[in-house]
């Protein structure tokens, strides 16, 4: 069993930065890829960007280049550096585990795991 608790959410600015935790429990956190998602309003869940066990990364394209995700196996927790927000970037963020990956006809398609957090809110607005 592995529980997931986000913290790092709320409101800031366009342009600001928000970093989220994302604090797991259970010792075989390290041996997991994790993965944040965001709900908007009326939209589906989207993965925003991924870790593996071993720090492979990968990001949607909305936030390459403003979004980093790491991790710290010694504590046990992913974090999500968020910089130059933007308003299409309000959602609620879910940390979720564990995130995989498969390759089919030249696409890579992520699919979630069955474990997630309770999930943070990010607001970005002037």
């Known amino acids: ?67 980093t995700i790491s991790r710290d196996n010694a504590k046990n927790t992913v974090y999500l550096q968020m910089n130059s927000l933007k308003p299409e970037d309000t959602a609620v963020y879910y940390c979720n585990a564990p995130t995989s990956r498969t390759y089919t006809s030249g696409t890579y398609y992520y699919t979630p795991g069955g474990y997630w957090g309770q999930g943070t809110q990010v607001t970005v607005s002037a």
């Open 1 to 67: 069993q592995v529980q997931l608790v986000e913290s790092g959410g709320g409101l800031v600015q366009p342009g600001g930065s928000l970093r989220l935790s994302c604090a797991a429990s259970g010792s075989i956190f390290r041996s997991y890829a994790m993965g944040w998602y965001r709900q908007a309003p009326g939209k589906q869940r989207e993965l925003v960007a991924r870790i593996t066990s071993a720090g492979t990364t990968n990001y949607a394209d909305s936030v390459k280049g403003r979004f």
